[in-house]
C-alpha cells in the first residue's frame, strides 16, 4: 500500500508567490516523522524541513512551513515568495520509528518558478 | 552541502558487470541508508545499516549488496548488472538511529549500456 501520496500535476509558480504542496500519508504507527526534500535539474536530495508526529507547532525553516494536520494525515509544504531556484521536484517523506525506520518517498511534484 | 560524500558522481558500465558504490557519512553519523531513483520506480529504500551491523532491508536484490566498515563508510556492490539498473543511487546518514534527519549525498547516476 502507498504510504505516502503526492498527487498534484506539475505547477507553474509566479515569482515573489507562495505556493502549498500537498502531501497524504498513511501509516497506523503513533510515532512518526515526516520530512520534505527538493531535487534540483541536478539531481541531489536536499532536505528541506521535518515534523515529527509528537510536535504541536507547526515546522518552520527560513521560507518553508510545513502545515501539519495530524487528524487529516496531512502534511503539506508551503513555500513563501517563490524563487527562481525553487524550480524543482519536490518529495514528501515518512519514517514510522516502530517499523524498519526508512524514509518511504512519495512520487513528488514538479514546481516551476517563472519570472 | 550536505557533509555525505559519495562517488563516483557517474559511473557507465556494460551488462553483466559489477560496480562498486561508495559511501561516506557525515561526521559522528551511525546510520547509513541506500537508495535507488529510476524513472519507473520512483526513490526506493534498499538497505539500512547502522554502527556496521545491517538493520534494515529492502526491496533490494540479490544480486546488489552492500557493507559499512569501521570507519563508518558504506560501498554498495550491484553486480551482473541489467539495463534495468540503470539508476541514481543515493546515500543518506542520520546520527543514532535516525530520528530527526536523513541528508543525501549527491548520488551517483549509474548508466548500464
Known amino acids: 500500500a502507498q504510504k505516502i501520496t503526492q498527487t498534484q500535476p506539475g505547477m507553474f509558480v509566479q515569482e515573489k508567490e507562495a505556493v502549498t504542496l500537498d502531501c497524504t500519508y498513511d501509516t497506523s504507527d503513533q510515532s512518526y516523522g515526516l520530512f520534505w526534500y527538493k531535487q534540483p535539474s541536478s539531481g541531489e536530495m536536499i532536505f528541506l524541513i521535518y515534523q515529527g508526529s509528537y510536535d504541536e507547532q507547526n515546522a518552520t525553516e527560513g521560507r518553508y512551513s510545513l502545515n501539519f494536520q495530524k487528524a487529516r494525515k496531512s502534511a503539506n509544504l508551503v513555500i513563501s515568495a517563490s524563487q527562481l531556484g525553487d524550480s524543482a521536484m519536490y518529495f514528501c517523506?515518512?519514517?514510522?520509528?516502530?517499523?524498519?525506520?526508512?524514509?518511504?518517498f512519495g512520487k513528488g511534484n514538479q514546481v516551476v518558478v517563472i519570472p | 552541502d550536505s557533509g555525505v560524500t559519495q562517488t563516483p558522481k557517474h559511473l557507465i558500465t556494460a551488462t553483466g558487470q559489477r560496480v562498486t558504490l561508495r559511501c561516506s557519512p557525515r561526521?559522528?553519523?551511525?546510520?547509513v541508508y541506500w537508495y535507488q531513483q529510476s524513472l519507473d520506480q520512483g526513490l526506493q529504500f534498499l538497505i539500512q545499516?547502522?554502527?556496521?551491523?545491517?538493520?534494515a532491508k529492502g526491496n533490494i536484490l540479490e544480486r546488489f549488496s552492500a557493507q559499512q566498515f569501521p570507519d563508518l563508510h558504506s560501498e554498495l556492490n550491484l553486480s551482473s548488472l541489467e539495463l534495468g539498473d540503470s539508476a541514481l543511487y543515493f546515500c543518506?546518514?542520520?546520527?543514532?538511529?535516525?530520528?530527526?534527519?536523513?541528508?543525501f549525498g549527491q548520488g551517483t547516476r549509474l548508466t548500464v549500456v
Open positions: 545499516y547502522y554502527n556496521g551491523e545491517e538493520r
Open positions: 517523506a515518512m519514517r514510522e520509528y516502530y517499523g524498519n525506520n526508512r524514509l518511504a
Open positions: 561526521s559522528g553519523d551511525l546510520s
Open positions: 543518506a546518514s542520520s546520527p543514532q538511529g535516525g530520528d530527526t534527519e536523513a541528508f
